[in-house]
């Protein structure tokens, strides 16, 4: 009895072990493919299998090594069109909302994942606006908000320049709503119910060039600023209207205050 149950610990144990070595392998495999530049080897794992185990829990990049370390520094803004207490409309002044957010990393030895949300969705955003015509980004500076149709009208001016790539207009598009969607949380958590329409600026600040590490007169370079329109609202199925309020609120009102 004593061997035999000697023997079923070893093999419980070997068990464990394979197991173990098979989650890690996997894990190890999934992060590589997913880390690194896109290659075929990709295509080893089916439909989108990776991009569900990787995200959201997973999520990274190690661009900040060589041969292009991220250099910069993205934020999102928003602004808002409120009607004030005799029913004019008003813009609301521009709020930092990656500045917000990222105040909860700030000294947190445990970060929530939503600290980076915004910087994600601006760098998105500007790659997105980047692969446009020049047309067509002169079509994103305008206002687009009347109606439930102003994005799809949005999308259909972009495609009607021939000169531009269809598929980085549709890319665009989805990356407008991603945004237009956040922005209506923020707008709506510190401005209410009564926003009317919403207007996002992506800006990036590159950091001093390496060369320049040593010298102590060198300054960041200026800020680049990607404009659009006024936009309509958009609430996307699954956003916690509620809940959201709950946390950006409070903590805009505490970046605000050690802000003076």
Known sequence: MPKQSISRKTLVLRASVAVSLLAATWHIFASFLW?????????LVPGDVLQSYMLP??????????????NGDYALNVRALVPDENGEMVETEWVNAT??????????LFPPRAAGLSVRQASSFSNAWKALTAEQQQTAALNY???????GRMRDAMLADEEGDDDAVIEYIVQERYTDAYATQVAHALWGEDVQRVQYEITRQN???????NNPDA????????????????????????AFPEVFAPAHADFVAEEK
């Open 35 to 43: 880390i690194s530049p896109p290659t075929p080897l990709r295509e």
């Open 57 to 70: 829990w997973y999520g990274q990049s190690w661009s900040v090594f060589a041969p292009e370390p991220i």
């Open 99 to 108: 500045a917000v957010e990222q105040s909860w990393a700030t000294h947190n």
């Open 145 to 151: 908000f009347k109606g439930d149709n102003w994005l």
């Open 207 to 213: 950091v001093i060039p390496f060369a320049e590490r």
């Open 219 to 242: 300054k960041r370079p200026e800020i680049q600023r990607t404009s659009v329109g006024w936009r309509g609202l958009i609430v996307m199925p699954g956003q916690d209207e509620k």
